[in-house]
């Protein structure tokens, strides 16, 4: 949490500023890019208990290597399912709950302006950064970017948990595609849309990808977890693909294995 008052500079005031300036001008639209963070956990179905949203993890299940979510009462594993927008919104981190907060300054902008906006939720962006040299932040962290730094230095990736935790990763080339897509479409009130592949992988697949299109070592699981940690999260991407035509184009398995290989200079 030591870089919550960062975050709540920069996107919950910030966010309230622009608004106040744009409802002064009378500008009426907004393109917000939020995260696929703002939801947290993702859904979960079980035999017998149906849809669920489950809290944290318990700490002596993760000791033991227990992974996977299970219903309170009966103990069944959960299997995850996709999930769409209007699931609650549920932040892990302080990153998380700042993009929530703008999400909500937003809604409020909505309701008191009569205005548009398109909130678009970005799934797991990765990609090479910007033509002039600067690091794009949110495409170049995260665990795509560790994977990819571990092979560049002849080391197996680090797969946290068991590696079955699943994912969509979209590269960032699709994520502008859909945002050129929503500033030049206007949809009516608030509507969010997750801009995802569509495609899912687990964490194993991705480094696995990943170091075999660099010819590198072998991905090892290391039973590693944190209590915050996410088993799995994945969205549907139908109502983006209604409101905005936008269907992302490059495949995550291939996209994944160019970006590995060109950290390296294999391509």
């Known amino acids: 949490m030591r870089w919550a008052a960062l975050y709540a500079a920069h996107n919950d005031v910030g966010t309230a500023v622009l608004l106040a300036a744009m ?5 009426r639209r907004l393109v917000l890019g939020s995260s696929v963070a703002v939801y947290g956990e993702g859904r979960y179905r079980g035999v017998r ?3 669920f949203y489950p809290g944290l993890r318990r700490r002596g299940d993760l000791d ?6 299970r219903a309170p009462r009966s103990g069944e594993v959960l299997t995850w399912e996709p999930m769409g927008e209007d699931a609650p919104l549920r932040p892990r981190s302080a990153y998380a709950a700042s993009k929530v907060a703008q999400e909500r300054y937003t809604l409020a902008w909505v309701a008191n302006t009569g205005g548009n906006a398109a909130v ?10 910007v033509a002039d040299g600067r690091t794009v932040l949110s495409a170049e962290s995260g665990v795509v970017a560790r994977f990819r730094a571990e092979l ?15 994912r969509d990763f979209t590269h960032v080339r699709d994520a502008a595609v859909a945002t050129v897509a929503a500033v030049e479409r206007q949809v009516p009130g608030f509507v969010p849309l997750n801009i995802a592949s569509g495609r899912p992988l687990t ?10 299109a660099v010819d590198g070592p072998t991905p090892v699981v290391t039973g590693q977890c944190r209590i915050t940690d996410i ?3 994945v969205a549907h991407p139908e109502r983006a ?7 992302a184009r490059t495949p995550p398995a291939k996209g994944l294995a160019d970006y590995a290989a060109r950290g390296i200079g294999r391509r």
């Open 64 to 69: 033991r290597g227990l992974f996977d979510h």
């Open 241 to 247: 693909r209604h409101a905005l035509d936008f269907t």
């Open 152 to 166: 560049a230095a002849g080391r197996p990736p680090q797969v946290f948990e068991d590696g079955g935790q699943v």
């Open 231 to 233: 088993r799995h999260v």
């Open 203 to 212: 964490l194993w697949e991705v480094a696995s990808t990943m170091a075999k």
């Open 120 to 129: 678009l939720r970005y799934h797991h962006l990765y990609g090479e950064p």
């Open 23 to 27: 409802e002064q001008a009378g500008v």
């Open 49 to 51: 208990c149906g849809p």
